[in-house]
Each structure stands twice: as structure tokens, then as C-alpha cells.
């Protein structure tokens, strides 16, 4: 089994499990789904308090409960800070509360659903604009003193906005769980197309990927296989994008995996270290998909994987 410390702090899994998705199983075969991750060396799951509005971390702890596994042989992460509105208006369903009360609350109940003590990271979910960066410090230090949580990241932020929370905090973000597939490739792009006229120039990413690097803090991909904002899978999908697939399908020949492995191989090959977050609930697929720990990417299938997707080097 391959691992990864994240933030250079705490050990896990090379590649994670997101359970964003979990809320449409049943137990049993959330059963499966926990059994398959954990066989193939997936040790670090990841959820949010929004996924399904409790019920993936309900379905969850239920079925965990039914397996060998003992929590303290996994990496359990969630996240927190997107509310569900109160549907007053349709354009307003879910809104951004990072306040002191809310984290408190929030982590109380995510622990009540996972039947867990504690939680090994903790992660805001999105920027909350509204953000008092003093009170978010004042929830870390009670969550992290009462022992509910043990290390602290963010998602999709900044590094703006992480220079401004980390001031106040006193625990460093190790985390920052970001999109990122051969199709969703903002950040790498705002290195390789810098200061060109080019429309991947266009700065997306805040130079996130470079800050991190330097800060040591783990970057978390997000929806591996996906393209758009859960528009679907990328993988198949040879009408959009033809000849990544077709790179994927020969690498995946040559190497004796699937594309899907070859995806996650890719991923693990930027030296930023990237720790890949899936979110397929088919065991199978679970159990292909983390055989991409064990491939070798070359720097030059790297960047060919890279054009693939549509990126023309200048
Ligand atoms: N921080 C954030 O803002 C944020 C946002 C979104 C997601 N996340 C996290 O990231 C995790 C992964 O997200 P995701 O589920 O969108 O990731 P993903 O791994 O890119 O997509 C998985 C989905 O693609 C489907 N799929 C179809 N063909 C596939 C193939 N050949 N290979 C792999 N998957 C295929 C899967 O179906 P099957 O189940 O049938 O395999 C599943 O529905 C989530 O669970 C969550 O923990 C975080």
C-alpha cells in the first residue's frame, strides 16, 4: 500500500475514497464499497456534512460497523460550512457559514453520524466570504483541545484566503481539497501558459498549486475522472474528448491496467504530490482503479496525457 503525509503531518492512504456518492447505497453495499477500498490499500475517506445532508456518513458508520475494520486503522476526514438554505428563494438553496457556532455544531454532528470520537481532519468545505478569521481560530482551538479533531485543511480556497485564516490559527492547514483531473487543469495551466495571450493564461487557479507546493500543503484532487462541474465522466466520453481517450486506452495496453488507473497514475506523478480523492461506489471498479498506485508514469506520457486533453503547448 502506497501513503502519503499529508501536509507532511499525517499518514495516509496514496489515494482516497470520497463518499459524496454514498448516500444512494444501501448498507450492504456501502459494505462492499468500504471493503473493496480498504483490500486495495484505500484507507483515507473523505466526506462532508452536505453530502446527502448526512445520510453518505450515516450509511457510512453502518456499514463500517458491519466489517473488520477498525477505525483507528483509517484516515477519516469530513468537511463543513455549506448550510443548507432555508428554500425561500430557488437561487439560494445551500449559502457559506464558517462562524465559530456553526463549525462547533456542525463537527458535533458529524461525529454523531460516523460514530466516531474524532475526526482526523477537518476541512471547510468553501470560502465563506463572511468569514471572521479570529472565530474560525477560536472553533480550532476548542475542537482540536477537546480532542474531536486532530489536523485542519480547507477546499477550493486561495491562497489569499489561506494566508488570512492561517495568521490566526494556531494549527497549520495541511489540506487544500482542490477539482483537478487531465480534463480540469486550471492550475497547471497558469504555470505552463503564463503571460501569453492564450485563454489558459487566464489566472483560475490563484497560483494555487505553487503556494501549496511551498507551504507543504497536501493538495486533495477532487473528481479524478469528471469533467465540467459534475458534468459526467471524461472516461468513454469519446465524442468530447477523443483523444485523451485514446492515449488513456493505449497507456492503459501497455501498462496492463485501466484508463481509469492510468488517470490516478498520472495524478501521482506531479511532484506536488498530489492525493488523488475518487468517488466511485462499484467495488470493482474501486479495486481497478487503485491498481494506478503501482504504474509508472514517464515525464514525456505525462505531458502527452496532458495535450491529450486539449492543451497545446506554447
Ligand atoms: N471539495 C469539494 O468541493 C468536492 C466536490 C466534489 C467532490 N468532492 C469529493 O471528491 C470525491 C470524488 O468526486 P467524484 O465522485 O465526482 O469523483 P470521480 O471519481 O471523478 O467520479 C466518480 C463517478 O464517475 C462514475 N464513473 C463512470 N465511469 C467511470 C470510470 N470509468 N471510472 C471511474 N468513475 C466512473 C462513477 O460511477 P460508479 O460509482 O458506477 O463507478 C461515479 O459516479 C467525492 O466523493 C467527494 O468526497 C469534493
Request: one cysteine or more.
Amino acid at each position: 500500500m502506497k501513503t502519503i503525509k499529508l501536509g507532511g503531518a499525517l499518514e495516509a492512504s496514496a489515494i482516497g475514497l470520497g463518499c459524496m456518492r454514498m448516500e444512494n447505497l444501501d448498507v450492504a453495499d456501502a459494505q462492499k464499497v468500504i471493503d473493496a477500498a480498504v483490500e486495495s490499500g484505500i484507507t483515507f475517506f473523505d466526506h462532508a456534512d452536505c453530502y446527502g445532508f448526512g445520510k453518505s456518513e450515516e450509511i457510512f458508520a453502518e456499514a463500517l460497523e458491519r466489517t473488520d475494520i477498525r477505525r483507528e486503522d483509517l484516515v477519516i476526514q469530513s468537511k463543513c460550512g455549506i448550510r443548507k438554505g432555508r428554500g425561500r428563494y430557488p437561487f439560494c438553496k445551500q449559502y457559506y457559514d464558517f462562524s465559530k457556532e456553526h463549525i462547533i455544531e456542525a463537527v458535533d454532528a458529524i461525529l454523531g453520524r460516523l460514530k466516531t470520537d474524532y475526526l482526523d481532519t477537518l476541512l471547510l468545505h468553501r470560502p465563506d466570504t463572511l468569514v471572521e478569521p479570529e472565530e474560525v481560530a477560536e472553533a480550532f482551538d476548542i475542537l482540536a483541545s477537546k480532542g474531536k479533531v486532530r489536523y485542519f485543511g480547507i477546499s477550493n480556497e486561495s491562497p489569499a484566503l489561506v494566508k488570512l485564516l492561517q495568521k490566526e490559527l494556531n494549527q497549520r492547514l495541511i489540506v487544500n481539497q482542490l477539482q483537478f483531473s487531465p480534463a480540469h487543469t486550471w492550475m497547471v495551466n497558469q504555470q505552463i501558459y503564463m503571460n501569453m495571450n492564450d485563454g489558459q493564461s487566464v489566472g483560475r487557479s490563484c497560483e494555487v498549486l505553487e503556494y501549496c507546493r511551498d507551504k507543504n500543503i497536501t493538495i486533495q484532487a477532487w473528481s479524478p475522472f469528471q469533467h465540467g462541474f459534475f458534468e459526467g465522466t471524461f472516461i468513454g466520453d469519446y465524442e468530447k474528448y477523443p483523444e485523451l481517450n485514446q492515449v488513456l486506452d493505449d497507456f492503459a495496453k501497455e501498462k496492463g491496467v485501466t484508463p481509469a488507473a492510468v488517470v490516478i497514475a498520472w495524478i501521482l506523478r506531479h511532484p506536488a504530490k498530489i492525493q488523488p480523492i475518487i468517488g466511485s461506489m462499484n467495488p470493482q471498479r474501486i479495486r481497478n482503479i487503485a491498481e494506478g498506485q503501482n504504474i509508472e508514469i514517464t515525464k514525456e506520457e505525462w505531458y502527452e496525457l496532458y495535450g491529450a486533453a486539449g492543451n497545446v503547448l506554447p
